[in-house]
């Protein structure tokens, strides 16, 4: 079977563990693959996922303190979600989108791969809480915008790596303060968690920001100029301060897509 009938399979695997294994071994094969220059057809709906987690409007996920165990799990459940989520966003990109270079999909079978080893480092961190992925409620914002993008890949890059999960670079830091408060064994095993997920998610957001500009370049287009448009156009989430300008900057961002961040954002 070809690289992106794969990554179309594994997209509509429900199974956590199964999607996570599959994302691993799809990436380990990928360079013995031919890639179909189109897309194949979906059968199923998308993505596959499993019964549990409920998932529910943001407003509505409990917000429970990390300082009690259940607040911790609750916490640790939270940022499984969104690498579940993320395995899902890499290997839609790796699958949906036609004419662009084999590098394209292999980058984004990367991204899944990384993003699985996430997964499992969280899901094995809460069985040592006495939960499992499943047991709290979810939101399914990462995968709105994924769906909002699914006709333009310009779109895609500029809203999914280089949006929603460039604001972890931000975000994470002030979760590993909070952790690090609580000062149990657990909450600084997620810390350490969190230094891993950090690490790998420049990578990510500079992968995104690669084939932006890439895009941007071949359509003639001005990426700063052209990312607020997309904003609008997609309904993207404003971003608010502080930013991790150091994760970003190795992220790739320029000094004026920074600027315009800052002068874009409220007081």
Known sequence: ???????????????????????????????????????????????GRPAQPVLVHPAKVPRRSPHKPEGLAALLHAIAHIEFNAI???????????????????????????????????????????????DFAAHDNLWTMCERTAGDVVARMALVPRTLEARGLDATPQIQDKLRAVGSPAALRAVEILDVILRDEVGHVAIGNHWYRWLCAREGLDPVAHYPVLAQRHAAPRLHPPFNTRARLKAGFSADELAWLAGASPP
């Open 1 to 47: 079977m070809e690289l992106r009938q794969q990554a179309l399979a594994a997209l509509c695997e429900p199974d956590p563990a199964a999607k996570a294994a599959a994302a691993l071994a799809l990436h380990a094969a990928a360079p013995g693959l031919p890639i179909a220059a189109t897309a194949p057809v979906s059968a199923q709906p998308l993505p």
């Open 88 to 134: 899902n966003l890499a290997l839609d990109a790796a699958w949906r989108f036609d004419g662009l270079p084999p590098q394209f999909q292999h980058d984004w079978l990367r991204v899944a791969a990384e993003e699985a080893t996430h997964f499992g480092l969280l899901r094995d961190h809460l069985a040592t809480l006495g939960h499992a992925y499943g």
